[in-house]
């Protein structure tokens, strides 16, 4: 059989001010029928690949190959005409983010549709039937209704199958997927994968590019790692995965946090555990009787928690005035000095809400949170500063908690300023970047220049500088690749042991947690609906909820961990 | 995007031109020897010469020197407006975007009704109410730019305040007038003096439009919008009185936007 | 990504803020049928909400004038009557008329009905009521803003169509008209169409401004500017349009360059040149002051002026009324036009 993609070394570079070389020499062949998976990280250049697959790379790109067939046909050759027979009719094309990847303006049906004028598919009559056709068949309940809905409307599940279907409009040979789940909340990323999968098994060959390997080994029968624009290793999924040859595939595979990640660590590197202590630990050794974590009682010393909350509840005006929703019920959490907290849940669950609310920015409708025993709620000044600074915030977008105007230096000092004099705040600062693992010269530079993974050591460096007990992280390393992910896991997870700094951590990725945390609750519309040591939780969920949420984390092929160290 | 703007040709040309119009403005004689009042009847409308390089008026003045020593008063009503729209819209815009919630209500609305007016009618108005002159000049102009520059103002301000540095600023026990001085006004303000940069060719254009209805400085002063407005009855036999005070008067325009639009940009830069 | 759009310098008292941002979506979406059927509440409110609005500073705009009036040092009747405040009778039937005798709150309710009926006050220095006044002089305004903004329209999408996407000779050049159009005052534009085109060239007389021929320049005048700023908005809105993920999704679907431009890009495009017809609608009236003025055109602008120059407070006050009547009809219709047509408002996410 023919392969519907061959293609001999290709190469594509951007011919603007700077010349980047996204993809150098990378070979690549779809059969009929196949799913190849191209992963990498972000600047690997998976998805210029997959654009230069339609002919997509844009006007200043300069794309050269020894071989590129597509369709059977030569595609170095292809006139633009040609170009647009391929696509959306032999090459269907399902891009990331379905929000974004839908024209606003226009209808489920308007969108689809138009796939079906371009080439013609079905006589101008039956184009609405057609589409509803598309739709139900790729599991939307009700498409006449759907139909006539804008992408806004929809839920994420419904978006991305409504691109999907647009993707499939045109009874594709190969459809290219690009991060078919990226941004999608784990159930919802079940329910795709089911679906291209079983369009899979209809015989549609794909081409599935993806940051994760677990959702390739999902989809894909053969796996192509690239980094920095060439291919580093290839081969049969499972086979790539479980005995993977190339040094760069074992520190991506190891990187990846799960159950069987637990204890160890992720990335190379070490922090100097006796600096981080003797820097950011919350109790110095000559002050460990410090009442904030225990209180001697007649019949014995018991410990205090440094975060509880109790009853917590917090309501949210609906836009318009139409009533209120509850964001956070009636949550009850303790954690204790040195801990590690998890606390999950899929977008609109108000696990956001309930980070800020600990911190202490929000005041709860009900209930309290108390911080070392002592409420947010308290009117005595130095007390609720007292509190402030033993509660810090780690966000998702770190870059934008920094003061653009700002250098690093100042941005990790702020905190500390006023309390210290000007030397020592600058030393402290200097041997905090030391800790983190960033060189001096950052502390000069201007945050927007910093790399996702840098940002997040300088927000870590400037949580730790107050000596808190508790961090609260909220997402800290969605955003992140995983190499660069594992990095700041490792971080968090050894700055923790180090300076018992307890850390109550939310993510709504479920491997990220169980490698991490010690305790978990599970969130959902607001309530808690499942707690307790993470092994218990995640091992026996109970609530039904928990259990779907376990059942739809995609596993990695298993028994490669042992053989990775 | 880390390396500097690149400094154009066009916007050094730009800034130079500025420069000659400041200069013009503060010390004309320095540029010409010639009496812009200087009127000789037998050289009247005298089309371009090596004598007068851009002509002669009806009166046989020399339009070039009127030229430069017109660049005063636009410049000083053009930049006047400019102060009172910033720092009247800075004010409100600070109220409205860091006061309660009834207080933005008020001046947000208050500033749909100032809209509501054009702003050349706006001035009129004004001026129909306090009589001509330079300073009413200067308010009525000043007016009709306070809306922009408020509504920038605001929504800076509310950006800076729902920030993540705010809200992490607030994570240290930072007294609240510390996180509105530190962080909040700063970023809020900004770009002002690069909508000050902007603004100011339109408020040239404003008083000199406003000298051309006869409502600024009266005659015989050198003033563009007045000579453009004087040269509308000999357009027939002297064209170039109603073309080089316009020239002047869009080529400063044009210096200012140019300039403008460059520090915009090298301020987007830095996100 | 930043807009690439130029403020014209004539238009300092617009800003950009009126750019319709896109619509945030927050939270979980609800999607289900009960939902959808809100929705249709929703912009029932939407469209409620804004005509209510306009109501509002319509009330406010005839309150101010209001205000203004009795804020003024001196004597309130004097100030309205001008050089005749010497005139007894005339006096004596403004007070009444006016109702200046009476508590001040019942001056305001007296104000406050006349002016909606039309009855805008008498100009003493035309000896004539200002509503009738301004009735004769609408036409010729009218005229010429009407045609000045079709002609505006139709400059800005041919300008805006032609220069988007891959053209590099013709964008510089276009781009150096807009900044002399969008920089150079209208007055002057005017003055130079006029020397070029009426007395060096002959083509268009302006003598008879009540032929067809005397339109050209003024329309031209008001018209090129405008178009041009909004050329510039929609080019902006296009390209930006075509930046989005949505484009490239059309593309691979095998649309042309040409057909992702009508079809996806214009549209998205006109949603913020729609709001700048309405302001550029709105102002028309009032800006018509100067072209009418540069042109000796009879017309509300052209009262405007001689009435500043001799204080005629009423008149003043009768056209900045109906000049605000109008741009407040204008941007809320371009504001109602823009909920229809974006369903992102429609939904109901802001007002």
């Known amino acids: ?565 | 995007m880390s390396r500097p703007l690149r400094l154009r040709w066009s916007v050094i040309l730009a800034s130079l031109l500025l420069g000659l119009a400041v200069l013009a403005a503060v010390w004309p004689s320095l540029l010409t020897a010639i009496d812009p009042l200087y009127a000789n009847p037998l050289e009247s409308n005298q089309p371009p010469s090596a004598q007068h390089l851009v002509g002669t008026d009806l009166q046989g003045r020399d339009l070039l020197a009127r030229i430069i020593y017109g660049a005063r008063h636009s410049l000083i009503i053009g930049l006047g407006a400019v102060v009172v729209s910033v720092l009247a819209g800075t004010v409100l815009g600070l109220l409205a975007g860091a006061g309660p919630n009834w207080l933005d209500q008020l001046i947000s609305r208050a500033i749909d009704i100032l809209c509501a007016f054009p702003s050349i009618l706006l001035a009129l108005v004004f001026i129909a109410f306090t009589g001509p002159g330079v300073p009413n000049l200067i308010l009525a102009l000043g007016l009709g730019g306070i809306p922009s520059f408020a509504r920038v103002v605001r929504s800076q301000v509310q950006v800076a305040r729902t920030s993540g540095y705010v809200e992490q600023a607030s994570t240290y026990a930072l007294p609240r007038w510390r996180i509105i001085l530190r962080h909040v006004l700063p970023n809020a303000l900004g770009p002002l003096p690069i909508l000050a940069t902007l603004g100011l060719g339109g408020a040239i254009i404003g008083s000199s439009g406003m000298s051309f209805l006869g409502l600024g400085p009266q005659p015989p002063t050198a003033e563009w919008g007045l000579m453009l407005s004087d040269s509308r009855n000999y357009l027939r036999v002297a064209w170039w009185t109603g073309v080089f005070p316009g020239v002047a008067l869009t080529t400063v325009v044009i210096s200012a936007t140019v300039v403008g639009r460059w520090l915009q940009r090298r301020y987007e830069r830095r996100f | 990504m930043t807009s690439k759009v130029v403020q014209p310098a004539w238009s300092y008292h617009l800003d950009h803020t009126w750019l319709p941002a896109q619509t945030e979506l927050i939270g979980v979406v609800d999607d289900s049928k009960t939902e959808q059927r809100r929705r249709g509440w929703a912009i029932g409110r939407l469209i409620g909400f804004r005509l209510a609005q306009a109501v509002f500073v319509l009330w406010a705009a005839i309150t101010v004038t209001f205000v203004a009036v009795h804020l003024m040092p001196g004597d309130t009747v004097s100030l309205l009557l001008g050089e005749n405040r010497n005139d007894e009778v005339l006096r004596a039937s403004t007070i009444s008329r006016w109702g200046l005798d009476q508590p001040i709150w019942l001056q305001y309710l007296i104000y406050l009905r006349r002016i909606p009926t039309g009855d805008l006050g008498t100009s003493y220095t035309l000896r004539k009521p200002v509503g009738e006044l301004i009735g004769e002089l609408m036409g010729p305004t009218f005229q010429l803003a009407a045609t000045a903004l079709v002609c505006a329209i139709v400059i800005g999408f041919l300008l805006a169509y032609a220069t988007t996407g891959r053209t590099p000779l013709v964008r510089p050049i276009v781009n150096t008209l807009e900044l002399v159009f969008l920089s150079a005052p209208p007055f002057w534009i005017g003055i130079v169409l006029l020397a070029v085109f009426s007395f060096r060239l002959g083509w268009f007389s302006v003598i008879d401004y009540t032929s067809w021929e005397s339109l050209v320049l003024p329309v031209a005048a008001i018209a090129l500017p405008m178009g041009f700023y909004l050329a510039q908005v929609l080019r902006d809105g296009i390209d930006r349009a075509l930046e989005q993920p949505f484009s490239l999704t059309a593309r691979t679907r095998g649309l042309t360059w040409a057909q992702v431009r009508s079809h996806h890009a214009l549209r998205h495009a006109s949603l913020p040149a729609i709001s700048l017809i309405g302001l550029i609608a709105g102002g028309l009236l009032g800006g018509a002051v100067i072209t009418e003025t540069v042109f000796a055109r009879p017309g509300l602008g052209q009262i405007a002026v001689s009435g500043v120059q001799v204080k005629d407070i009423p008149l003043i006050l009768g056209i900045a009324l109906v000049t605000t009547f109008a741009y407040v009809v204008a941007s809320t219709v371009a504001d109602l036009v823009g909920i229809l047509l974006d369903p992102r408002l429609r939904a109901g996410g802001k007002a």
């Open chain 1, 1 to 565: 059989m023919t392969a519907l993609v061959s293609i001999d070394n290709l190469s594509v570079s951007f011919t603007g001010r700077h010349r980047v070389d996204a993809v150098k020499g990378l070979s690549l062949s779809v059969r009929p029928g196949q799913a190849v998976a191209l992963v990498g990280e972000s600047g690997s250049g998976k998805s210029v690949t997959a654009r230069s697959i339609v002919g997509l790379t844009g006007p200043d790109s300069v794309v050269t190959a020894d071989r590129f067939e597509v369709a059977g046909r030569d595609a170095l050759s292809l006139s633009e005409r040609q170009w647009r027979q391929l696509r959306g009719g032999a090459i269907g094309f399902v891009l990331q983010d379905a929000l974004t990847a839908l024209d606003p303006l226009r209808t489920v049906q308007q969108e689809i549709s138009e796939v079906l004028r371009a080439h013609k598919v079905v006589p101008r009559r039956q184009i609405d039937q057609r589409v509803q056709d598309l739709l139900r068949d790729v599991g939307v309940d009700d498409p006449e209704f759907r139909a006539k809905q804008y992408a806004h409307q929809l839920s994420g599940g419904l978006r991305q199958r409504a691109l999907i279907a647009s993707g499939l409009a045109g009874q594709p040979d190969l459809l290219v997927v690009d991060e078919p789940t990226t941004a999608l909340d784990v159930t919802i990323q079940a329910q795709i994968l089911a679906l291209l999968r079983a369009h899979r098994e209809r015989g549609t060959a794909m081409l599935v590019i993806s940051h994760d390997l677990a959702v390739v080994s999902q989809l894909a029968d053969y796996v192509i790692v690239m980094n920095d624009g060439l291919a580093v290793e290839e081969g049969p999924t499972e086979e790539v995965l479980t005995h993977p040859a190339h040094p760069y595939t074992r520190d991506l595979l190891s990187a990846i946090p799960s159950q069987a990640s637990r204890g160890r660590r992720l990335s190379q590197g070490r922090v100097d555990l006796v600096a981080a202590a003797e820097l950011a630990a919350p109790v110095r050794t000559d002050q460990v009787d410090d009442p904030r974590f225990y209180s001697v009682a007649a019949d014995g010393v018991t410990v205090q928690p440094v975060l509880q909350a109790s009853g917590v509840t917090k309501f949210f005006p609906l836009p318009g005035g139409r009533g209120r929703r509850r964001a956070v019920a009636d949550v009850d959490l303790s954690l204790f000095p040195g801990q590690k907290l998890g606390i999950v849940g899929e977008s609109g669950s108000g696990k956001s809400t309930l980070a800020r609310v600990l911190l202490g920015l929000i005041a709860p409708d009900q209930g309290e949170v108390r911080v070392a025993g002592e409420s947010w709620a308290t009117s005595d000044r130095a007390a609720w500063r007292r509190l402030r600074r033993q509660v810090q915030f780690i966000s998702q977008d770190s870059i934008g908690s920094f003061d653009p105007r700002y250098t690093v230096a100042e941005i990790i000092a702020e905190p500390i300023l006023g309390q210290l004099d000007p030397d020592q705040v600058q030393d402290r600062v200097r041997r905090l970047l030391g800790v983190v693992g960033l060189p001096e010269r950052v502390l000069s530079v201007s945050p927007r220049l910093l790399s996702g993974g840098q940002a997040q050591r300088v927000a870590i460096c400037r949580a730790l500088a107050l000596r808190p007990t508790v961090i609260i992280c909220d997402e800290p390393v969605s955003a992140l690749d995983v190499s660069i992910q594992a990095q700041v896991l490792d971080l968090l997870n050894e700055l923790n042991s180090a300076t018992g700094t307890a850390l109550a951590f939310i993510s709504h990725d479920l491997g990220v947690v169980r490698h991490l945390v010690d305790q978990v609750i599970v969130m959902n519309n607001g309530f808690v609906v499942e707690q307790g040591d993470v092994e218990a939780v995640f091992d026996q969920p109970r609530h039904p909820y928990t259990q779907s949420l376990i059942q739809a984390i995609p596993q990695l092929p298993t028994h490669r961990q042992g053989e990775i160290t």
